[in-house]
């Protein structure tokens, strides 16, 4: 009897497709549309299918992992099981960690660059001073409790994947197909190999798809996990492809490239104001604030319970040692979204989070091919090519960084350098003189596959 109630208030498959769908088409589409046009010209609508083909073979492994070990823990568990509890275990769980981070700073941004379009151009300057503000309501919220969190969630998550595929179907109904050609050659890659600038565009192509690693962190709360969360995944992806591609096709037949470009924080109102007219622009905007409002709360949520699971596991040094502070994981992670939003346009935001997000994906896949065979049945193939696949558009992305922008380069190598040396600094703190390194949360002394 018990069983068949818990049963009940398990996630059902569409229950976790639409949770799934609700984070992936987040706030990050509403920019990265013309960040990433600045890199390919009129193939950016090319470059999400491509993007999802990579996220395709990247999400096997998501997949495999999530089907054989489901747990609230998601990444972490997937990573601590490939290499233990430990230095790497925790690094890579603090890129995972850091990108989240990143994320909740260029959707807050985003915030601040849609809203903007409601006052007058003198008031161009207070993006990130708006963005910062949403990071404080945030916070708030998060401190109201999970009650406040979870009836909003749901109810914003419609309003915003809804309006957004009305937008794009509307989009193509009335400008039609656009013509790419391929023939516009940004800037930016006009000295590059022909289909390089394509290949470091998918970097920020991937971002727009990356929420779907949240679903891995269903497996506790969702019906028949083993299976039901590989094809959460899968359809999750699918229906993101379908309409960012379709929203692609849809600003593109309503500007031009350089008008995009010019446009790239606030592309989908610029596209709309020609397509629907001013009231299209300014429902644009609403969904745009209803959207990175509600993805800014769900992810400061998110990343910040992450954070404090990371300390119980003793990968990162315990929070509960900063006395009377309220959820310092909370505290933590606001205060880095705020220092990120302040220091860094949204090109740079975007492009820190893409160089940690795939670093990190690309130890899932490693962790996977050279550590779990005997546990896991997956075919090897499929991890090798998600490697190689991320390996290619991340040298692609930093090649391109270092010609035009070398000085996120250097602040992506800092981060990652000091979260190492931290990393492995605390590990040795806590290591007793036998070589024993006691970590928290028991399963996942149980779960070591070493």
């Not at 109102?269 to 609403?286: K, M, N």
Request: glycine share 10%; aromatic share 10%; proline share 4%.
């Amino acid at each position: 009897m018990k069983n068949n109630r818990e049963n009940k208030d398990k996630l059902s498959l569409l229950g976790s497709i639409s949770l799934g769908t609700g984070v992936m088409i987040g706030a990050g589409i509403f920019v990265l549309m013309g960040q990433i046009a600045e890199l390919v010209g009129d193939l950016f609508p090319i470059a999400f299918i491509a993007g999802a083909i990579v996220v395709g073979f990247s999400s096997y492994s998501y997949v495999k992992f999530s089907n054989a070990f489901p747990s609230s823990g998601g990444v972490v568990k997937f990573l601590s099981k490939s290499y233990s509890p430990g230095t790497a275990t925790g690094v890579f769980s603090l890129l995972m960690y850091v990108s989240m981070v990143v994320s909740e700073s260029l959707v807050a941004g985003t915030f601040g660059a849609y809203t903007l379009r409601l006052f007058p151009e003198s008031y161009a300057g207070y993006a990130s001073t708006l963005g910062v503000g949403l990071i404080v309501v945030a916070y708030i919220v998060n401190i109201l409790g999970n009650k406040v969190i979870g009836a909003t969630a749901t109810f914003t998550a419609i309003i915003k994947v809804m309006g957004i595929a009305i937008l794009a179907i509307a989009g193509l109904a009335i400008s039609g197909f656009a013509d790419i050609t391929g023939n516009y050659i940004p800037e930016n890659t006009e000295t590059l190999p022909p289909g390089f600038g394509f290949v470091a565009a998918l970097a920020l192509s991937i971002l727009a798809y990356k929420g779907f690693t949240t679903i891995t962190n269903q497996g506790g709360d969702i019906k028949n996990p083993h299976k039901n969360l590989g094809r959460s995944i899968i359809i999750s992806i699918l229906i993101c492809t379908l309409i960012y591609v379709a929203l692609a096709l849809a600003v593109a037949g309503g500007l031009s490239i350089p008008e995009i470009i010019a446009a790239k924080d606030y592309a989908l109102a610029a596209a709309a104001r020609p397509v629907f007219g001013e009231w299209g622009s300014w429902i644009t905007i609403g969904i745009a604030i209803i959207a990175t409002v509600s993805g800014v709360i769900a992810s400061v949520f998110s990343s910040s319970r992450l954070l404090a699971m990371l300390s119980n596991m003793k990968q990162v040094p315990s929070l509960t040692k900063l006395g009377s502070l309220k959820n310092p994981a909370l505290i933590f992670t606001v205060s880095l979204a705020i220092l990120l939003t302040i220091l860094f346009d949204l090109t740079r935001i975007a492009s820190i989070g893409a160089i940690f997000y795939l670093v990190m994906d690309i130890a899932i896949h490693w962790g996977l091919f050279r550590y779990l065979r005997k546990e896991v049945d997956f075919k090897p193939i499929i991890p090798v090519i998600a490697i190689l696949l991320d390996v290619a558009v991340l040298s692609a992305f930093i090649y391109i960084k270092y010609l035009n922008d070398p000085f996120i380069l250097i602040v992506a190598a800092i981060g990652i350098a000091l979260i190492i040396l931290a990393e492995r600094l605390f590990m040795i703190s806590h290591t007793d003189d036998k070589g024993n390194m006691p970590m928290g949360m028991e399963t996942e002394k149980n779960d070591n596959h070493n």
